[in-house]
């Protein structure tokens, strides 16, 4: 039997809340009530064959409460005329919220809206928007609120997050709450008070104005000759980015690797340097103008990811060559392939065409499926062949 149970009805009106649409209309949103449910009864060959249990369904349906049953007669050559449930209407809102026990979470949604409207009604498209991640947030709403005050008070202000001070408010809550924040401020604040090109959380402060904590660069100078400080020859130094921009380390060429055990172990080499990667992070690094001038090599894994943040790296350095990311390479240490987790697809245009072809045999599974070759795998010796080889073929950068 598949007749509309009162179980039925509570579930459609579940649904109903569980799209948001119930509190939206709170909010300023499109009214839901009253509203027609969906109702499945017998057929007229039911009516005859199983009469009893039409009865007994129709008694369940009328016991009901917190909605209406709108009743028809039908009239049947055996039964005679009798009374059916021909449509359902949950009247009200009130009607809606006690057939699903959702009052008193109403209440506290609605208490948001009442502080939203008299403390910052530009928010309210937020709240019909997202209604039900407005209801999580119920209790820490004055709190985001205040926030937005403080920060439309003190348009981009150039200090770090910590030195909001709002009493009750930490930094975790605001760097926990970001995503929320970022698009209550952009409803609130006008458009010169914010950053539109930085987005995604990772450019929260940025976006607002906020002093964020710099980006470190690690780098070893491979010249004995050029040790940026006295002492030992060998120097693991970091800098924050905007320090490495004005360095000036005198060298003609730039390794780049992901590994921090190939950055530890890099061999020495006149005039040179080895930066300990930034995974896909490298618009900080193109910020030292010096780079431009320097060749570049990039060393990372041989798979789709290695491709990936070479063809990235490279719309900010064009002229970065790869290093043992080759197909030589890849062949010659077919004992250490292990398998890429979640291979790239998309297309990379900053490939070279040999570059190009082995990325498309890679990714299209030529070789084998999901291929990966970790740069850490590939024997030292071959490593400094390929370094005689470099120095041979170009020697040291004009």
Same mark, same amino acid.
């Given at each position: 039997?598949?007749? *509309?149970?009162?179980?039925?009805?509570?579930?459609?009106?579940?649904?109903?809340?569980?799209?948001?649409?119930?509190?939206?209309?709170?909010?300023?949103?499109? &009214?839901?009530?009253?509203?027609?449910?969906?109702?499945?009864?017998?057929?007229?060959? =039911?009516?005859?064959?199983?009469?009893? /249990?039409?009865?007994?369904?129709?008694?369940?349906?009328?016991?009901?409460?917190?909605?209406?049953?709108?009743?028809? +007669?039908?009239?049947?050559?055996?039964?005679?005329?009798?009374? !059916?449930?021909?449509?359902?209407?949950?009247?009200?809102?009130?009607?809606? $919220?006690?057939?699903?026990?959702?009052?008193?979470?109403?209440?506290?949604?609605?208490?948001?809206?009442?502080?939203?409207?008299?403390?910052?009604?530009?928010?309210?498209?937020?709240?019909?928007?997202?209604?039900?991640?407005?209801?999580?947030?119920?209790?820490?709403?004055?709190?985001?609120?205040? !926030?937005?005050?403080?920060?439309?008070?003190?348009?981009?202000?150039?200090?770090?997050?910590?030195?909001?001070?709002?009493?009750?408010?930490?930094?975790?809550?605001?760097? &926990?709450?970001?995503?929320?924040?970022?698009?209550?401020?952009?409803?609130? $604040?006008?458009?010169?008070?914010?950053?539109?090109?930085?987005?995604?959380?990772?450019?929260?402060?940025?976006?607002?104005?906020?002093?964020?904590?710099?980006?470190?660069?690690?780098?070893?100078? $491979?010249?004995?000759?050029?040790? $940026?400080?006295?002492?030992?020859?060998?120097?693991?130094? &970091?800098?924050?980015?905007?320090?490495?921009?004005?360095?000036?380390?005198?060298?003609?060429?730039?390794?780049?690797?992901?590994?921090?055990?190939?950055?530890?172990?890099?061999?020495?080499?006149? #005039?040179?340097?080895?930066?300990?990667?930034?995974?896909?992070?490298?618009?900080?690094?193109?910020?030292?103008?010096?780079?431009?001038?320097?060749?570049?090599?990039?060393?990372?894994?041989?798979? *789709?990811?290695?491709?990936? !943040?070479?063809?990235?790296?490279?719309?900010?350095?064009?002229? *970065?060559?790869?290093?043992?990311?080759?197909?030589?390479?890849?062949?010659?240490?077919?004992? /250490?392939?292990?398998? +890429?987790?979640?291979?790239?697809?998309?297309?990379?245009?900053?490939?070279?065409?040999?570059? /190009?072809?082995?990325?498309?045999?890679? #990714?299209?599974?030529?070789?084998?499926?999901?291929?990966?070759? =970790?740069?850490?795998?590939?024997?030292?010796?071959?490593?400094?062949?390929?370094?005689?080889?470099? /120095?041979? +073929?170009?020697?040291?950068?004009?």
């Amino acid at each position: 039997m598949t007749w *509309t149970t009162p179980a039925d009805l509570r579930a459609q009106v579940q649904k109903l809340w569980d799209k948001g649409l119930i509190l939206a209309s709170l909010a300023g949103g499109e &009214t839901v009530f009253p509203r027609r449910l969906t109702l499945k009864g017998p057929s007229s060959s =039911e009516l005859t064959d199983r009469f009893d /249990q039409v009865r007994s369904w129709i008694a369940d349906l009328r016991r009901g409460s917190h909605y209406r049953v709108v009743m028809r +007669e039908v009239r049947h050559r055996v039964l005679g005329a009798n009374q !059916i449930p021909d449509e359902i209407w949950v009247d009200t809102l009130d009607d809606a $919220l006690a057939l699903i026990g959702k009052r008193r979470d109403a209440e506290r949604f609605a208490q948001v809206v009442a502080t939203t409207r008299n403390r910052r009604p530009a928010v309210l498209p937020w709240l019909v928007k997202y209604p039900l991640k407005a209801l999580e947030l119920a209790d820490r709403w004055p709190m985001l609120l205040d !926030i937005v005050d403080w920060i439309e008070a003190h348009p981009r202000p150039g200090v770090y997050l910590r030195q909001i001070d709002i009493p009750g408010i930490h930094t975790k809550f605001i760097e &926990t709450h970001r995503s929320v924040l970022s698009e209550l401020l952009d409803l609130t $604040l006008p458009p010169d008070a914010f950053d539109a090109d930085a987005v995604g959380l990772g450019q929260f402060c940025r976006r607002y104005g906020f002093r964020d904590k710099p980006v470190r660069i690690r780098f070893r100078i $491979l010249d004995p000759e050029l040790a $940026l400080l006295p002492g030992t020859a060998d120097q693991d130094i &970091t800098l924050d980015h905007d320090t490495f921009a004005l360095l000036d380390a005198k060298v003609d060429r730039v390794f780049i690797t992901e590994n921090e055990t190939n950055f530890l172990a890099f061999p020495n080499l006149p #005039r040179s340097m080895v930066v300990f990667g930034a995974g896909y992070g490298f618009d900080r690094l193109a910020q030292a103008a010096w780079l431009h001038r320097c060749a570049i090599h990039y060393w990372g894994d041989i798979d *789709t990811h290695g491709f990936a !943040i070479l063809d990235q790296l490279r719309t900010y350095f064009p002229h *970065t060559e790869s290093f043992l990311m080759d197909r030589e390479t890849l062949m010659a240490h077919s004992s /250490q392939w292990l398998t +890429e987790p979640r291979p790239v697809r998309r297309d990379l245009p900053q490939l070279t065409r040999e570059e /190009q072809v082995l990325y498309d045999d890679l #990714r299209h599974n030529r070789i084998r499926p999901a291929l990966r070759l =970790e740069q850490e795998r590939i024997g030292f010796g071959w490593i400094e062949m390929a370094l005689d080889r470099l /120095q041979t +073929e170009h020697g040291t950068v004009d």
